[in-house]
């Protein structure tokens, strides 16, 4: 078995999310029978949206060891990682037919990237 | 001896290396396993003779390579494996080969290279990289030979392989064909880059010579053996249908200085019968088993222009009918650019003009024969300037000497 990260990757950033419309709850619905989905096959480890980029801090060490944050995300782009999968499945075959249910059911593009090991 | 072993190694190379990858699971170590049994291989084979079964002994040196190097390998192997172990039992399997089962006799399944080609095309890599990593594994064209031939720095080609090879590892790309619910997808893939094998070889994109023989030989082989080891896959049958009929064209493509002759300028007594033959009988097949899709039709519209004495006698209309055909089962620019043509035999060059100018022209922009196809008809339907501006518009966009020798003649022909 062999570990992936699935990213939802955004293009646009995305803000507090209004829960009154349609077109949210049947997104939100879709993503939540795949999460079921992803999880009753036991590929399921772990998988989160994310908090909006505005929320990120990055922390670093300089070289002398001092440590620095910065207040937003690391890449300074448009385009952001909204969300992620940890899954565990047998090969990257099984690994691209999850994200491809994955697309469809968030609506956004997904990276897959395996574990390192 | 030396041509005989050349020989060998280009028919035999990637039959070994697919049965190596599957026992070895490793491509660099089957890689490397081969090229040593094949050093050996030239070595003996000038003093003891061929072996009766060149490609058995091959697979059998390179395997007791292999099984050789794992051995002197075996103590940091173990402590991999060990500390893998110790992480996590359960999920982690070994991936590195048993040394047991390697001492089995390695058989050659012909299956070995059906999945490695479909592991070679596998849709996670790019295009560039799935034509590369094919030559080179099932090829056997070694790295300067491909970088040549797409007129790619070595270092660029290298550097491609080795990133491919590294993707597939890293993502634990299995080793099979597909199951049958992927099948139809990642079939077209193989196809489709056997074909871009092929169409490279037939119109190098750049360079003073307008084919590359062997590439189009390579991918006309690799079409045989996607028939031979898939043969209820009605595209395959068509891919190879087409190749071929294309392939027979090919000695009256070229004049004596280098230059392009279209089909409708072509020698027809030129064309290999032979070829044209085995392609029409494919395409017959295809027509039987009545399950069209893509290359199939594209077989059919060569078969039909093969069929023609002279291109004055070509069945236009069927050719038009195949195109419709195809636009509904692949719509696309250059489908319905081909189709125009067509029309434009049936119907004049002002309906072929038409049909032009119903194709969104910002996807054919920068595709030369788009703008090479304009001036011709403009040209034919008396507008000069047009017809020059459009020459000029495919000029700019060609790179291949031969082909810009062509339409330079064509644009000093309006006068």
New interface residues.
């Given amino acids: 078995?062999?570990q992936?990260m699935l990213s939802v990757c955004h293009d646009q950033p995305y803000d507090e999310m209004d829960f009154n419309d349609p077109a949210i709850q049947e997104q939100v619905a879709k993503v939540s029978a795949f999460n079921q989905e992803l999880q009753a096959a036991g590929a399921w480890v772990f998988g989160a949206g994310l908090a909006p980029v505005s929320t990120a801090t990055v922390v670093r060490a300089a070289p002398n060891g001092e440590i620095s944050m910065t207040d937003g995300p690391f890449a300074e782009s448009k385009e952001h990682i909204g969300g992620f999968y940890i899954i565990?499945v047998?090969?990257?075959?099984a690994?691209?037919?999850w994200a491809r249910k994955a697309t469809v059911a968030c609506g956004y593009p997904i990276e897959?990237r395996?574990a390192?090991g | 001896m030396v041509d005989e072993l050349a020989e060998v190694f280009r028919r035999e190379a990637g039959r070994c290396t697919a049965t190596l990858i599957r026992v070895l699971g490793d491509i660099d170590l089957a890689e490397d396993s081969v090229a040593e049994a094949f050093a050996i291989a030239a070595a003996k084979w000038p003093v003891d003779g061929v072996p009766p079964n060149p490609g058995g002994w091959l697979t059998t040196a390179a395997r007791n390579r292999a099984v050789d190097r794992l051995r002197r390998e075996a103590t940091r192997d173990d402590r991999h494996r060990a500390a893998l172990r110790l992480y996590d039992d359960d999920t982690m399997e070994p991936r590195d080969p048993e040394l047991a089962d390697l001492d089995a006799l390695v058989d050659v399944i012909p299956d070995d290279q059906l999945r490695l080609l479909f592991l070679c095309c596998h849709p996670s890599l790019a295009p560039d990289a799935q034509v590369a990593l094919t030559l080179r594994l099932l090829g056997g064209l070694d790295t300067p030979e491909i970088a040549r031939s797409f007129l790619v720095p070595e270092a660029t080609l290298a550097q491609r392989i080795v990133r491919a090879k590294r993707k597939l590892r890293d993502n634990h790309a299995p080793y099979r064909v597909p199951r049958a619910a992927e099948l139809p997808e990642r079939l077209h893939a193989v196809l489709t880059t056997v074909y871009l094998i092929y169409t490279e070889g037939h119109t190098a994109t750049t360079g003073d010579s307008l084919t590359r023989v062997e590439l189009s030989t390579e991918a006309i082989r690799l079409g045989r053996l996607l028939v031979e080891l898939m043969p209820d896959e009605p595209e395959a049958v068509g891919l190879l249908a087409l190749m071929l009929l294309t392939e027979a064209r090919r000695p009256a493509r070229t004049a004596a200085d280098g230059s392009m002759i279209r089909l409708a300028d072509q020698d027809r007594t030129l064309w290999d019968r032979g070829l044209i033959a085995e392609g029409h009988a494919l395409v017959r097949a295809c027509l039987r088993r009545n399950q069209p899709g893509p290359f199939q039709v594209q077989a059919a519209i060569a078969a039909v222009h093969a069929d023609a004495p002279t291109a004055e006698a070509t069945d236009w209309s069927q050719i038009v009918a195949l195109y419709d055909q195809l636009l509904a089962l692949r719509p696309n620019a250059v489908v319905a650019m081909n189709r125009a043509v067509a029309v434009a035999e049936v119907d004049g060059p002002a309906a072929g003009l038409a049909a032009l100018a119903e194709i969104d022209a910002t996807r054919v922009a920068d595709y030369q024969p788009f703008h090479a196809i304009r001036a011709d008809l403009l040209a034919r339907v008396g507008d000069t300037d047009a017809a020059r501006s459009a020459y000029d518009a495919a000029l700019a966009l060609t790179t291949n000497v031969a082909e810009r020798r062509f339409l330079e003649g064509r644009r000093a022909a309006l006068g």
């Fill in positions: 078995m062999a992936y565990d047998p090969d990257l075959d690994a691209l037919a897959v395996p390192d």
